[in-house]
């Protein structure tokens, strides 16, 4: 409450005076609090909802836009918390549609942002998972076709031993009835026993091939489990993931085709910008809702509509000490009040019965009552009713008890004047 430097200050004594003036400061440092609260909340608020619009529009029109949304919401919130559906329904429900509106449009591009912080870490598992998957496809095709060739030559190596032992014991089904049974390296012999050599050697240089192979195969799986982790540069892994799967893809098919096997489909992994690019905001994100990035976008301005609302509790400005007098008398013409449903003081400010029959001027009243219902002291409830906003009440009080002083003193003024008289 602020009152003149003229005016006497009146404080009440005691612990119950001060307990009153912290309460009172206190009430008064969390309203002029919620101003810049109010501010930082609709700025927050403005920086997502302009981030989303921007993907859509020109910047500069985004950024004209956002200002707009967010004018409106604190703008509308201070309005509706002036004025009552029976007050003026038309214009209730034009400020309570168009704060709709921008809540609506400041929600739904603030969303997009807080969406994009919600979903990047599961974009990433879902991309990295996704690589992964296409190189243990193709690693498990690569391994299918290798054991393939493995068990071949392994078949073909036993049947060239077994020809080596069937010439040497003259068993073999392709000597001649007279040189069967004849044990010994002869020239039938000799020439199985190079064939083994071929297939042996053939046999070993396989083993080689796919050991290197393997080591690539290794390195690449590595680099997938560093991948995953995220340790050191993930940018260098990932072009290590890229070259190691070249490699096994380039070392796999010159032995398959060597051995006449089809090679399987190379996996088609993403590039890395594509690999860690954040989400782009597009409508098709309501398609997979995401909870959490709606609440978080609705939160901010649930958190600046109410504080705004709660705003209009505090009237733009002080009155003057001229303004306190004249809202005062004025007030007092007034004769019907009660409390009503939001236990505020309310009053009809229609002429009662007895002012119509004796044509009574309510100029004076009703202009105190639009000179307060525009500064924000009282609030119109419907066409013949208003409540005290609780900027008036400390007001009134001061007024009240300075009339109370008033008339005390001039009490003991007569008292004293009549006991002088009667000492005379």
């Known amino acids: 409450m602020i009152v003149s430097g003229s005016k006497k200050k009146h404080s009440g004594g005691g612990l119950g005076g001060l307990i009153n003036r912290i309460q009172t400061l206190f009430v008064g440092l969390l309203r002029i609090w919620s101003i810049p609260i109010v501010l930082m909340l609709s700025v927050s608020s403005g920086f ?6 921007s993907h859509f529009i020109v910047p500069w029109i985004a950024l004209i836009i956002t200002i707009a949304i967010q004018s409106i919401i604190v703008i509308c919130s201070l309005e509706l918390a002036g004025i009552h559906w029976k007050a003026n329904r038309t214009r209730y429900a034009s400020i309570f549609a168009s704060l709709m509106i921008a809540l609506a449009a400041s929600i739904t591009f603030s969303y997009f942002k807080f969406y994009e912080i919600s979903e990047h870490e599961n974009m990433h598992i879902s991309r990295l998972n996704q690589a992964q998957r296409e190189v243990n496809e193709y690693l498990s095709e ?19 031993s077994e020809e080596v032992s069937q010439a040497y014991f003259g068993k073999h089904p392709e000597i001649q009835p007279q040189y069967r049974d004849q044990v010994g390296e002869g020239p039938f012999w000799r020439h199985y026993n190079q064939l083994y050599e071929r297939e042996k050697q053939q046999y070993d240089q396989l083993e080689k091939d796919f ?31 890229l070259t190691h799967s070249q490699d096994v893809q380039i070392k796999f098919n010159q032995l398959a085709s060597k051995f006449g096997e089809s090679v399987p489909n190379p996996p088609e992994l993403m590039p890395y910008d594509q690999f860690v690019q954040g989400v782009t905001p597009s409508f098709s994100m309501w398609g997979n809702f995401s909870m959490f990035a709606f609440i978080c976008a609705a939160m901010v301005d649930f958190f600046t509509v109410l504080l705004s609302y709660r705003l209009e509790f505090t009237a733009p ?102 006991e002088k008289a009667g000492e005379q």
């Not at 997502?48 to 619009?53: A, I, K, L, R």
């Not at 195969?217 to 997938?224: A, E």
Request: charged fraction near 30%; glycine fraction near 4%.
């Open 142 to 160: 690569v391994l299918a076709i290798k054991t393939r060739i493995l068990e071949k030559e392994i078949a073909e190596l036993n049947k060239a």
């Open 48 to 53: 997502t909802t302009y981030y989303g619009m």
């Open 211 to 241: 050991a290197q192979l393997d080591q690539v195969v290794r390195k690449l799986q590595i680099n997938l489990n560093n991948l995953d982790i995220g340790s050191g540069n993930i940018e260098k892994v990932y072009h290590d993931v």
């Open 317 to 418: 400005g002080p009155l003057s000490e001229d303004e306190q007098e004249l809202v005062f008398e004025c007030l007092r013409q007034f004769s019907e009040f009660r409390i009503n449903e939001n236990d505020e003081l309310e009053m009809v400010i229609e002429k009662t019965e007895i002012e119509r029959a004796r044509r009574y001027s309510d100029w004076s009243r009703m202009f105190a009552v639009g000179f307060l219902l525009n500064r924000g002291f009282l609030r119109k409830i419907d066409e013949r009713t208003v409540e005290f906003a609780p900027n008036l009440y400390p007001l009134i009080a001061e007024r009240m008890g300075d009339k109370i002083q008033a008339l005390k003193a001039r009490a003991r003024e007569a008292a004293l004047a009549a």
